[in-house]
């Protein structure tokens, strides 16, 4: 999770924008329209796109979203599409948005680079194909090289790209998804541009779009008027809305300050330190942790566990409870599912190597303690204040009610 400036907070605690009630006219609430407009304008010029809605309120609504645009460009043209193809790394929102709008998965197997298998995919693609949804650079944290290669193959069935840039962090000031041939995006706000990602807070998904898309797009949307003035319009054949009003505001605001404050040279900065940082990780960690694919990656670095499992029976997850009680912020674990004992680490750009060097220590300390005990990391942690849970019982012993979980 990256340090968010407090000068975004400052600004979304501005009683002029948080003040104002979300059904006021157009006439009574003009700056926020601008700022609607404005960031509009710069996501798609961060993204390569056309237009944008702000409307999604986090990454996976984001990702239905553009599942209906998918839809309703077919259905325009006349075409009823059945599938959408989906690498097996994919993140877990991305089949269930599939079937949530209305389609089929079929899923893509990676090769033994951590890459989509372009053979395969153009083995699974067909007239019935809506599209494919990636993430570049994906989540083992890799470039898909042969990106072009992939949106030509789906572009000549008639399908369509969606790009999941949950994470732009790689990517900002260095390569366009409209580039790499994209035609539908979502962002998620809460991860790169300056709201904190986890914890259950509002979160914001836009969702930028080619221009053969954006007819389609939710309404209404913010416009600029001739006159300078802004005003509510709606795309001629929008798909309606996909949130009550538009979407979580002050996350949208806080984006627009962040952006803003760090233009377009500190926003490339941004990407190149998030990238070395990871690079810095993997390389430093790789004795204990080796990459699960063992080259440049990108702002994330998947590692494995398997040495420490095989040699003592300590699990990535051990490692990263052990790591709460070193007073850090566990890595994600057991993702992508296609590396076996997974951890990704996402050092992000605002880690210092000093911060990055006491992570590797406690890394160190931790595969010590594996060798020496590894009984007491399979209860770690003892020293937060809640110690080892049971990761399965929420899910198997559901309780959803105030007055039971009391
Ligand atoms: C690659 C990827 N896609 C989609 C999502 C879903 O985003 P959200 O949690 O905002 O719904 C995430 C969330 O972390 C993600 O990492």
Redesign the pocket.
């Known amino acids: 999770m990256k340090y968010n400036p407090k000068f975004c907070d400052a600004v979304a605690a501005d009683p002029g924008l948080n003040a104002v009630h979300p059904g006021a006219p157009a006439s009574l609430c003009q700056g926020w329209l601008e700022i609607m407009v404005t960031l509009e304008e710069k996501l798609c010029a961060i993204t390569g796109m056309s237009a944008a809605t702000l409307q999604p309120a986090?990454?996976?609504?984001g990702?239905l979203t553009g599942l209906l645009l998918m839809r309703a460009f077919h259905e325009a043209n006349g075409e009823d599409r059945r599938r959408v193809l989906i690498p097996d790394s994919a993140?877990g929102?991305?089949p269930a948005s599939v079937t949530l709008g209305g389609y089929e998965v079929t899923t893509v197997p990676s090769n033994d680079r951590g890459l989509v298998d372009l053979e395969a995919l153009k083995s699974a693609l067909g007239p019935d194909v809506a599209g494919i949804m990636l993430?570049n650079p994906n989540?083992v944290g890799l470039f898909e090289e042969e990106i072009t290669e992939i949106a030509q193959a789906v572009h000549d069935v008639g399908g369509l790209l969606y790009y999941?840039g949950?994470?732009l962090n790689a990517i900002l000031g260095a390569v366009r998804p409209g580039d790499m041939g994209f035609d539908i995006v979502h962002m998620?706000l809460?991860?790169t541009f300056a709201t904190p990602?986890g914890g259950g807070g509002p979160?914001a998904?836009p969702v930028a779009v080619a221009s053969h898309l954006v007819e389609f797009l939710p309404g209404p949307q913010a416009h600029r008027v001739e006159d300078g003035t802004f005003d509510w319009v709606a795309p001629p054949r929008s798909i309606g809305r996909v949130h009550g009003w538009q979407g979580n505001a002050l996350v949208l605001a806080r984006a627009l300050a962040y952006i803003d404050v760090h233009g377009s040279d500190g926003l490339t900065r941004v990407a190149r330190h998030a990238v070395l940082n990871a690079n810095w990780l993997r390389h430093r960690l790789r004795d204990i942790l080796p990459a699960a694919y063992d080259r440049v990656c990108m702002h994330e670095c998947t590692l494995t566990a398997t040495k420490l499992k095989q040699a003592y029976g300590v699990r990535g997850l051990d490692v990263a409870k052990a790591l709460l009680e070193e007073g850090f912020h566990s890595p994600t674990v057991y993702f992508p599912l296609i590396v076996e004992e997974a951890l990704m680490f996402e050092p992000t750009e605002t880690e210092s190597v000093q911060t990055l060097e006491a992570l590797a220590q406690a890394v160190e300390r931790i595969a010590q303690r594996a060798a020496d005990d590894p009984v007491s990391l399979h209860r770690a942690p003892q020293s937060t204040p809640v110690s080892r849970v049971d990761e399965a019982r929420a899910a198997r012993q559901l309780i959803a009610t105030a007055d039971a979980a009391r």
Do not use: R, Y
């Not at 986090?58 to 609504?61: D, E, L, P, R, S």
């Open positions: 986090a990454g996976a609504a990702e993140h929102t991305n993430t989540t999941d949950a994470n998620n809460h991860k990602h979160g998904g």
